[in-house]
């Protein structure tokens, strides 16, 4: 899965796969908003 830490660099990936995913969520909830 890549999220173990004793990967090198793991948790930054991990980080950076967390933000993506809410920056997606907060897309949705914009057009939902808009949509509404």
Do not use: D, F
Not at 9 to 36: F, H, N, S
């Amino acid at each position: 899965t890549g999220m173990t830490p004793s990967a090198p660099g793991g948790e930054p990936k991990a980080a950076k796969e967390i933000a993506a995913v809410l920056a997606e969520l907060l897309e949705a909830l914009a057009r939902q908003a808009e949509a509404a």
